[in-house]
């Protein structure tokens, strides 16, 4: 089993049990449940469906579209970073949100919990696999990492 994203800091960090932990002890919480909960809010408005929202949602697309510059947003896709010799799936996982504005991809990690346990964003090892499997699925040039704390 791949490690997930969002376990690539544990093993840059030298763990070489990170990937017999990944698959032991599956990703789940229940602040991750409410996480859920508020992604699964923004998928739904972004995509057209008649759900209840929170004010705190509308908000955060309102400056996300302002940020996209109208380009549309992209929620919940799965992505997958392989080696580009071996064809070995290094990582998988979903993105939150992204867009690609002339041949610029952006890539948000929303976030409903707490930053102060977050890594910085240049470090950010789980967005940077995200960005680099979807950079290379959109053939784009550059790409953003970001953010959306709520």
């Known amino acids: 089993m791949p490690i997930r994203p969002s376990g690539l800091q544990i093993a840059d960090a030298g763990c070489g049990l990170a990937a017999h ?25 972004l995509k057209g469906r008649n759900t209840a929202i929170t004010t705190q949602a509308v908000n955060l697309i309102s400056i996300l579209k302002d940020a996209a510059g109208g380009e549309e947003m992209l929620t919940e896709q799965s992505v997958i970073l392989q080696d580009a010799k071996t064809d070995e799936v290094i990582t998988q996982g979903t993105c939150d949100l992204y867009w690609v504005h002339e041949k610029q991809l952006t890539v948000v990690d929303i976030k409903t919990g ?15 696999a995200y960005a680099l499997g979807l950079a290379l699925y959109k053939s784009v040039d550059t790409y953003i990492i970001g953010y959306a704390l709520i």
């Open 21 to 45: 932990l990944a698959a032991e002890y599956q990703e789940g919480s229940t602040a991750s449940e409410g996480g859920k909960d508020f992604h699964a809010q923004v998928d739904d408005y």
């Open 114 to 128: 707490r930053p102060e346990y977050l890594p910085d964003i240049g470090d950010n090892m789980q967005l940077h």
